[in-house]
């Protein structure tokens, strides 16, 4: 077995892994981690795996919900921000001139903010919740993104091919269209899915600080948050699974990115 086989079959088990919980998550009832007061701060055992909270709701299912939910947000503004930085990234290295100063500003406007702070600002003037969880997260991870893909642009676009399309009366929009889009998208696809960990953990943490998801709705953000009223008596169990789950999930999209970046660089892929 060489490394890209290695390689291919960890990225495989990572994401099989990762839809498995988006898939049960999904698709699971909410009776079985609804509130039983008989079971309450049952610790971890045959019968709860993850032990039970302070409502006597099953730990391990509700982690899964909410593992679950935050999978479904962070892929959804990951997708959103990385069209964002794909078209600013573009548009700045193929026109140039006032775009890019103007996608320049931008980006440094929004780096130049603390994120969180950013992500508080903007989740709490889309009225928190879901919707706001989602808006906050696609409009903060965009730039870092951008960066990457105009540099790529900038590269390709001193090309010959670039110049003889130009030569041959093609427009700036059909030349980053039917030229430079497809050389960038390898990069963008790898940034996609290196954006996923960072979404999911900004989630965690502004649904941790209150301006995230509603407290009656299974998410990581919550369970940590209400973990923490019960951690100093000695109910360890309703932090450590919960965030060993959202550890091994942000871990295995970085897995993920990091591989698919070696099967796709022209030298490490044929190493």
Not at 158 to 174: E, F, I, L, P
């Amino acid at each position: 077995m060489n490394r890209r086989i290695n390689t291919v079959i960890l990225s495989t088990v990572a994401v099989v892994y990762l839809f498995g919980i988006f898939i049960w998550g999904l698709s699971m009832d909410a009776s079985c981690y609804e509130v039983n007061y008989s079971n309450k701060f049952l610790p971890p055992g045959l019968g709860h795996l993850f032990g039970t909270d302070f409502l006597g709701r099953d730990m391990f299912y509700r982690t899964i919900k909410g593992l679950s939910n935050s999978l479904i947000i962070g892929v959804l503004a990951s997708i959103v921000s990385s069209i964002i930085a794909l078209i600013a990234g573009i548009a700045s290295a193929v026109f140039g001139g006032w775009v890019d100063k103007f996608v320049n500003w931008c980006v440094d406007l929004c780096m130049g903010l603390p994120h969180i702070v950013l992500l508080i600002l903007i989740s709490f003037m889309m009225g928190k919740g879901i919707k706001g969880v989602t808006v906050a997260v696609a409009l903060t991870h965009w730039p870092s993104l951008t960066r990457i893909v105009r540099a790529e642009v900038m590269q390709i676009r001193s090309s010959q091919y670039v110049k003889a399309a130009y030569k041959m009366g093609k427009t700036k929009y059909q030349v980053a269209i039917q030229h430079i889009l497809p050389h960038v998208i390898p990069a963008y696809f790898i940034g996609l899915v290196l954006l996923f960990p960072h979404a999911i953990m900004h989630e965690a943490a502004i649904t941790f600080l209150g301006f995230g998801m509603p407290s009656e709705m299974p998410a990581i953000g919550v369970i940590l948050s209400e973990a923490m009223n019960h951690i100093a008596t000695g109910k360890w169990w309703l932090a450590l699974f919960p965030g060993l789950m959202l550890l091994i999930a942000v871990l295995l999209f970085d897995v993920i990115g990091e591989n698919l970046k070696k099967l796709l660089n022209p030298y490490s892929g044929n190493e």
